[in-house]
């Protein structure tokens, strides 16, 4: 297939985007997997990142390392891709919130069996190593916000393949991961069999009603939000996880939804927060040098 001039310029607007913003080569290889269509051949892209302007030794050595990363793993490239094609990141019309969760749930069935890295973030470009990577600057940076501790019993909605369960076990009481997906809750599974305070449930996605009032010390929900705002199921959840967490009790949002708007995503945070008589204590921040995603902290009012 021949690939547009209009193919060419969309990589490149990736590439200066995100070479204005510091973000990571494996962030920006994830995000050129998810923008362009599959007709751009990561060999191509390879030609289009190395023909860039002139830049500084520090761009100059970022656009290298995109190079060699996409020349190196041009099979790993069409994988993301495949893995992020299954799921569509828009709401259908006439779909009601119950179509839109079932829907997701099969993409990331889809997804899961492609690439498990993948399907959870895109920026592993499929490997196991790099998303370990990545989990322990996530769960270092939960440590220091105080959600997790040996006395703690945590809820991570939208819990994937079970990364955070796998990697948080030994520092929580117990830690119940909840998921839409079949195909990511089995690879769950297989990583925390033998876990005994690990508990992993499908769910249905539309609320926290098979839990109790104030039975969580604190609530994850890492890269599952965008989901819930394109079901149209964001405000719900998050009343339910006021609900759900006990007094002082926080919750980790990170990424809210993907419309590219930290001052969109705060201004909903607050007001859910205010509405849920929650208050916000880190409010879009950028704490991670392996994962672009955006963190937001909330705590239910009460307690000590
Ligand atoms: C990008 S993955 C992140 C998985 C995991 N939190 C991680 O960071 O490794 C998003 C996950 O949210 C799940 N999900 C989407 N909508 C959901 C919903 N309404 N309730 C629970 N999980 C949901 C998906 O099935 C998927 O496993």
Redesign the pocket.
């Known amino acids: 297939m021949t690939v547009t001039e209009q193919d060419r310029a969309t990589a490149r607007r990736v590439l200066q985007d995100c070479m204005a913003n510091g973000l990571s080569p494996e962030v920006t290889v994830a995000r050129l997997a998810l923008c362009l269509k599959p007709d751009i051949q990561a060999e191509e892209l390879k030609n289009i990142a190395m023909e860039m302007g002139s830049h500084t030794p520090h761009q100059r050595g970022w656009l290298e390392e995109i190079a060699t990363l996409l020349s190196c793993q041009a099979d790993r490239f069409d994988n993301l891709r495949a893995a992020a094609a299954c799921v569509i990141h828009e709401r259908l019309s006439e779909e009601t919130h119950e179509m839109t969760?079932a829907r997701?749930?099969c993409g990331?069935d889809k997804a899961a069996a492609i690439s498990p890295a993948a399907?959870?973030?895109l920026s592993s470009l499929g490997e196991e190593e790099r998303l370990s990577a990545a989990t322990a600057e996530i769960t270092s940076w939960l440590e220091q916000q105080g959600i997790i501790g040996p006395d703690k019993t945590i809820l991570?909605?939208?819990?994937?393949?079970g990364?955070?369960e796998y990697a948080l076990c030994s520092r929580v009481r117990h830690i119940v991961g909840?998921?839409?997906?079949c195909g990511?809750l089995a690879i769950a599974r297989r990583r925390c069999a033998g876990l005994s305070n690990v508990e992993l449930r499908q769910?249905s996605?539309?609320d926290l009603g098979e839990f109790e009032v104030a039975s969580f010390d604190a609530i994850l929900a890492?890269?599952?939000f965008p989901?819930?705002v394109l079901?149209g199921?964001a405000e719900q959840h998050f009343s339910e996880m006021a609900r759900v967490l006990r007094p002082a009790g926080k919750a980790a949002i990170l990424n809210y939804s993907y419309r590219m708007s930290t001052a969109l995503d705060a201004c909903d945070i607050r007001r859910l927060a205010h509405m849920c008589a929650m208050d916000v204590i880190v409010d879009g921040e950028k704490p991670f040098r392996r994962w672009d995603g955006t963190a937001f902290l909330v705590r239910r009012v009460g307690g000590t």
């Open positions: 969760v997701l749930a990331f399907s959870v973030q991570d909605i939208g819990c994937g393949i990364r955070f909840i998921d839409i997906s990511m769910t996605g539309l890492l890269d599952c989901y819930l079901a199921i």
